[in-house]
């Protein structure tokens, strides 16, 4: 349900808006899980744990902030800190305190961490092509890009005063 801008009328979604909303459900559900389960079978972790390695493995010196971590990984700074325990008992990732920040901590992938992801990469990339851009049109692969860059845009809201997860 929606109402419309600076209106207290309801919008209710056409036919149409609601089959897309439905199939798009369904469709990102389905293809979160199906990643998760590679992930866990082939590596060991659920994706969220493997798309925090790859953040830090892109990152400068392999470390980031816990707090930017948890804003790249759009996840809560509590989930986030659960994940990055996880991550330290198995030896791949480890924490430090923020140079010039006593508050603050930064995640950082270990070597062991690296080696972990860099095995992991390709059946998670064979995944990602065989659930998403194996089957689609050149065309369609640029539409999609655009349309969940405009999806993205809209839902994080400039400010400090957001209500997003990152900043819980």
């Not at 972790?45 to 390695?53: A, E, K, R, S």
């Not at 194996?134 to 349309?147: A, C, H, Y």
Request: charged share 30%.
């Amino acid at each position: 349900m929606t109402t419309a801008p600076n209106s207290g009328e309801l919008r209710w979604l056409t036919a149409e808006e609601q089959r897309v909303w439905r199939s798009y459900l369904h469709a990102t559900t389905l293809l979160e899980d199906s990643l998760d389960r590679q992930l866990q079978r082939d590596a060991g972790m659920p994706h969220v744990y493997y798309g925090l390695l790859v953040q830090l493995a892109e990152a400068p010196r392999r470390r980031l902030r816990m707090t930017e971590l948890a804003k790249d990984a759009k996840i809560t700074r509590s989930r986030l800190s659960h994940a990055i325990a996880r991550l330290e008992k198995n030896g791949w990732v480890r924490r430090e305190d923020c140079p010039n920040d006593r508050r603050g901590q930064n995640a950082c992938l270990t070597d062991q961490g690296f080696e972990v992801l860099r095995k992991a990469a390709p059946g998670h990339v064979s995944a990602v092509r065989q659930a998403l851009f194996d089957r689609l049109s050149p065309e369609q692969v640029s539409q999609l890009g655009e349309i969940t860059r405009i999806m993205a845009e809209g839902l994080q809201p400039d400010g400090t005063d957001a209500d997003l997860p990152w900043l819980r």
